[in-house]
């Protein structure tokens, strides 16, 4: 096949007549097109007044040949793998995130069938969950934005950027068209799912794996593990009515970020780990239409909600970046404990909503930490989340802040042409009361700089909700070159032990696991 690239369109076109157009500005023969798909599609909006799209395509051709001004495309393979002793491993994946759903989807397609371990609801039950707390404030601490089948990605935006470039990625994309997502992912230069779509293609990830012979135990939390001879053995498992043993001769652990108390257990057992950067910080909401005049000017094509995506380095060394924007979207309450606030941003996939939403964080290292313990970072969150919960009245309303006032160091006394979209509820405030002290001020350095990149960021109106912390997990679950950890037979997996940063790099991680343990 040959690939053109750099394609500019100036106009609104369905996909299908997207060839036309092409066929006529490289002068290819009809007849000669055997097929052709669309491998990228994105905006370029640099110059406000030069607004397009721009494609690049490959088609397979009668009469290559004649065509030898184009790139051919260089083939990408997955690698092959060699799976051994199938019969005597029984695995257990601890998670449905998108590492742990993806890892049991790579075992049960070579020969396989897991046990799927969630302390959570289906995605459909969990969907109500998260719908009830934002509703009412009726926390469920098993099962909520944090923790359940999908993981937290899935009330997110369903965001498939990455920074990594592995084979597996094309994989990733592929199986979520094959599951039902929406096939312009496959070449969307920022694609995205939308939770709405999201949550019908896990459980449809979900229904194919069982109908192979794997097996989800919803509700079911794992609280030990039975570790022999620096090998493990089981796990040891609760739901609602009994405590019980599952043996396991491997076990990827795709625990997600949030998941303290099995980091404490973990802790507890000798599993080695490690004290890790993460960020903390708030969400932002700007009114979309404004983000849009930013970022299009007054371009006359019909272009989706715009994006944005900025960072600012302090001399300190201290950073500050916006992260998992929202077009269209919603803030959405994401505490996973009782008594703290933890902020997280949604859309879903026609991102239609008001405002646009992004976190804005503040880069937090080890040395910001109190104590030397692994786990001191999840400390840090805990005591910021719990601080935010208090300012916001106890109830689980939000502590929010117009921008304005932030910046002048004084609580909001009115909302104005921004409306928070946090629910249960909000409370005006003055953030600066619990954040720390290098987080204010590289957010009051960082926000007018980031005004001068999007005209409007430092909108007086635009509102700031506390807290937002679990951006990445606190620690890190060192492993070998087999993906295995100190614990033999234990495959740390994922973002929650450090290895991925949002929906794809975790599926992709997941994959890796999956075949380690298939080789092992």
Sequence with gaps: MIRISNIKIYEDLDDNNLIDVVIKKFKIDKNDILEWHIVKKSIDAR???????????DL???????????????????PSIKANNLSTKK????????????????LIQNGITPIVIEQGSPVEEREKQVELFRKTGKLDTLSNVQFGEGGAGTFSDGKLTTGIHSPFCKKVLEEFVN???PNPILYMAKPHIGTDKLIKVIKNMREYIISKGGKFLFNTKVIDFN??????????CKDKSSTYEINASHVVLAIGHSSRDTFQKLYEKGITMEKKNFSVGVRIEHLQENIDKSQYGNSKLLLPPAEYKLACHLPNGRSCYTFCMCPGGVVIASSSEENTIVTNGMSNYLRDGINANSAVLVNVTPDDFKSNSPLAGIYFQKDLEEKAFKLGGSNYFAPIQRVEDFLNDRKSEFIGKVKPSYLPGVTLSNLQEILPNFVTSTLKQSIPYFDTKLKGFADPDAILTGVETRSSSPVKIPRNENLVSNILGIYPCGEGAGYAGG????????????IAVLES
Excluded at 227 to 236: A, C, L, P, R
């Design 503 to 514: 929906i794809m790099s975790a599926a992709v991680d997941g994959i890796k696991c999956a």
């Design 227 to 236: 570790i022999n001879n620096k090998k493990i053995s089981s796990v040891i």
């Design 91 to 106: 695995v257990v994946v601890v998670g449905s995130g998108p590492s742990g759903l993806f890892s049991a989807l790579t």
């Design 179 to 181: 599951f039902g997502a």
């Design 60 to 78: 397979k051709l009668k009469n290559e040949n004649r065509y030898k001004k184009f790139d051919k495309v260089k083939e990408s393979f997955i």
């Design 47 to 57: 110059r406000k007044d030069n607004v397009h799209y721009n494609y690049s395509i």
